[in-house]
């Protein structure tokens, strides 16, 4: 296994052992910092967090639950400070509230959950010559937005019947946004978050496209309908329609109003991290999480206008309401001798090429049966009617900013091969894939707005020392063992990293580093590991400083905010918090040089 600090460039350091430590655990050499935990005040007035008396007033001016994705954006003109945006998926109630009552949450628990939902925008500072950053509380820029902020509904479907609902009889105007996973960070200053499992926060679904996104029939387990009717479906059916799209949000502009963007689709967004073509237009790449569901790409047919002036800003808001919305299909070469253990096929890899199925284009719908409104309010049933190519899990979709290459991480599919359900194909080659692969595109003449591409995997994931898994060809007793790959982020030498989520080898969750080229292409080497319970999330790789999101940390079956199994991050007796860590070098050199 490695162990030398050697590596291609931007992955020189010590990899981190396989560990189960309740800990973040970072290479030799290497320190580490909170950025901010859960809790802690950012808004001009909120206090400062006190577990016993929280409130939904105080949360709503305090960093959110669940922190998933981060961007970190350039602010000019202040010193050593930039623009921290950050997801906050979900509430883990149990962990939260001390005594919490599951079947009868108060109305101020679920008023305080619906608070720690949402993104944080938070300026911070970086340490002088350090790789720590602390924020800045109560900066103009700070924002919270949550389950009951204000969205605007964009694009071709906006106003559609399928989208508006008593409170909104127009169809534009949303309240919140929920279980907001990976995102993706524009070229022209915005961020994208994608609403995720949004389908566990409304109850009583009955139509068959509840049921195709996962909408259960009876009561939810947070029980918010109790609440407020919009989560009840049988008073609200279309309610359900405005949540699991792709949200747009100046972080630069406090008073703008986030977007959901209807012409990228709605599905169990992961993320969405755009590519300009050569004359200017964002590709947008996304996976939709689920098994055996589909990945697909926008095109915008608008043209980025460089520059911040304001004219420039109100151009850009709007690139990604109009262009053609297209799904993945993948057709393997090694037709017949793909035997589901991951063994590999006689041509000695899993490759083969691809189409972009064209859905929607505005309001025009390539799919027969549909109209384009249906096309973007069920995008998983037009997938479905033109035969898309069922994954294991797509999580996170991202090109390549060196080479343009998109990789798609596919965390496990438990159930391929199963009772009933596809069996395995090419691209997802192992039956009950328990740990995930890493699928590397390369579209038609480097053209992002391709309709054809190449693919083969770049990692089938698992312990090395098993012949079904595959470490891009590199030398398997050479690298680290990864399992479970969701987060993809690229560093500034072209690296790719990847975080995990449910490492299925024992060891606790970590985030990754590998090279996609060169003679070192595939030797991959874990840079930290997270604590007990915890998932790595929202990598970012600057010069130097990686910053991670560590994710539900002490969620455990069993575990309570009484009983946690978790001491991270404060130590015991101290509720868990999930937080943002920055890792650095102690000698203030880049990272990994
Ligand atoms: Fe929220 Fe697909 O992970
Ligand atoms: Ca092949
Ligand atoms: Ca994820
Ligand atoms: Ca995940």
């Not at 509230?97 to 108060?106: A, L, M, R």
């Not at 990976?182 to 139509?207: C, R």
């Not at 002490?554 to 918090?577: L, M, N, Y």
Request: hydrophobic residues 30%; charged residues 25%; negative net charge.
């Amino acid at each position: 296994r490695p162990g030398r600090a050697d590596g291609a460039r931007g992955l020189r350091f010590a990899p981190v052992a396989p560990n189960t430590d309740d800990k973040v655990t970072v290479p030799e050499g290497y320190a580490q910092s909170i950025v901010i935990r859960w809790g802690e005040p950012i808004l001009r007035g909120a206090p400062a967090f006190d577990p016993d008396r929280q409130s939904a007033k105080a949360q709503a001016g305090q960093f959110g639950y669940n922190n998933d994705f981060l961007s970190l954006l350039p602010l000019r003109g202040e010193h050593g400070r930039q623009v921290l945006v950050a997801n906050h998926e979900y509430t883990d109630e149990v962990l939260m509230f001390k005594g919490y009552d599951s079947e009868n949450p108060t109305r101020e628990q679920v008023e305080i959950a619906w608070a720690a939902h949402g993104l944080s925008v938070v300026v911070v500072q970086e340490e002088h010559r350090s790789g720590k950053l602390s924020p800045v509380t109560r900066h103009p820029l700070n924002r919270r937005l949550t389950a009951t902020s204000e969205f605007e509904l964009t694009g071709p479907a906006a106003g559609s019947e399928l989208l508006r609902t008593s409170a909104d009889r127009f169809g534009r105007t949303v309240l919140g946004t929920l279980n907001n996973c990976a995102g993706g960070t524009t070229p022209w200053g915005t961020i994208l978050s994608g609403e995720e499992n949004f389908n566990q926060y409304f109850a009583n679904g009955s139509s068959a496209t509840d049921k195709r996104y996962g909408v259960g029939s009876g009561a939810t387990e947070r029980k918010w309908e109790r609440f407020d009717r919009r989560f009840d479906l049988k008073q609200e059916p279309n309610e359900v329609h405005r949540h699991g799209w792709v949200v747009e949000l100046d972080p630069y502009d406090p008073d703008s109003m986030p977007a959901k963007r209807t012409a990228l689709g709605r599905f169990k967004h992961e993320a969405a991290q755009p590519r300009l073509t050569d004359d200017g237009r964002p590709v947008v790449y996304m996976g939709d999480d689920e098994r055996f569901d589909y990945f697909y790409k926008f095109v915008s047919s608008k043209r980025m206008k460089k520059g911040s002036s304001r004219a420039a800003r109100e151009h850009n808001r709007t690139l990604l309401d109009e262009g053609t919305l297209y799904v993945a299909k993948l057709t393997g070469d090694s037709p017949g001798e793909i035997d589901g253990t991951g063994k590999l096929p006689n041509d000695g890899e899993f490759d083969g090429s691809g189409v972009w199925i064209p859905l929607a284009t505005g309001d025009v719908s390539h799919v027969p049966g549909m109209t384009a409104e249906e096309v973007y309010v069920f995008t998983r049933l037009a997938g479905d009617k033109v035969g898309a190519t069922k994954m294991d899990r797509p999580e996170d979709v991202e090109p390549s900013p060196r080479t343009g290459r998109v990789y798609v991480a596919l965390t496990n599919n438990s159930k391929r091969g199963t009772d009933g359900n596809p069996g395995v194909d090419e691209a997802n080659p192992r039956n009950s894939n328990k740990h995930g692969q890493v699928l590397e595109l390369a579209e038609h003449w480097d053209d992002p707005t391709s309709d054809g591409f190449a693919w083969r995997l770049f990692l089938v994931a698992g312990d090395p020392d098993d012949p079904a898994t595959y470490y891009a060809g590199y030398p398997k007793d050479k690298v680290s063992p990864i399992s479970c790959p969701d987060n993809i982020a690229f560093d500034p030498y072209g690296n790719l990293w990847l975080s995990t989520d449910g490492n299925a080898l024992g060891n606790h969750d970590g985030l990754f580093g590998v090279a996609t080229h060169g003679e070192r292409r595939g030797e991959l080497k874990q840079f930290l590991t997270v604590p007990t319970g915890a998932e790595t999330c929202g990598p970012i790789i600057q010069d130097r400083r990686v910053l991670v999101a560590v994710q539900h940390p002490g969620e455990v079956d069993g575990a309570s905010a009484e009983k946690p199994a978790s001491a991270w991050p404060d130590g015991p007796g101290k509720p868990v918090r999930p937080s943002v860590v920055a890792v650095y070098r102690k000698d203030g050199r880049d990272i990994g040089a």
